[in-house]
Nanobody
């Protein structure tokens, strides 16, 4: 079993920045993928960014050049640095880990960007 705890959400004005953190605990394999998804009101949950334990990253087109995912493998923590935030980035952001095929989710953290 794996637990994920997110932090760092909040409210900012357009153009601002936020940094999300997600700490994983439990039975975590050294080879895993951690990342971020988001869900806006009335929308489906969508992919934002992921990073493998080996350092490979992938981003949604909508956040490329503005968001940066990083991680500390020793601490099993993944971060999402969000710059140049837009009102369309408003959503609940969920941390995710794919632990050798088993997927776990955090409880989510709200990000609100005002114009």
């Amino acid at each position: 079993q794996v637990q994920l705890v997110e932090s760092g959400g909040g409210s900012v004005q357009a153009g601002g920045s936020l940094r999300l953190s997600c700490a994983a605990s439990g039975s975590i394999f050294s080879s895993n993928i951690m990342g971020w998804y988001r869900q806006a009101p009335m929308n489906q949950r969508e992919f934002v960014a992921i990073m493998t334990s080996g350092g490979t990253t992938n981003y949604a087109d909508s956040v490329k050049g503005r968001f940066t995912v990083s991680r500390d493998n020793a601490k099993n923590v993944v971060y999402l640095q969000m710059n140049s935030l837009k009102p369309d980035d408003t959503a609940v952001y969920y941390c995710n880990i794919n632990n050798l095929g088993r997927v776990y989710w955090g409880q989510g953290t709200q990000v609100t960007v005002s114009s």
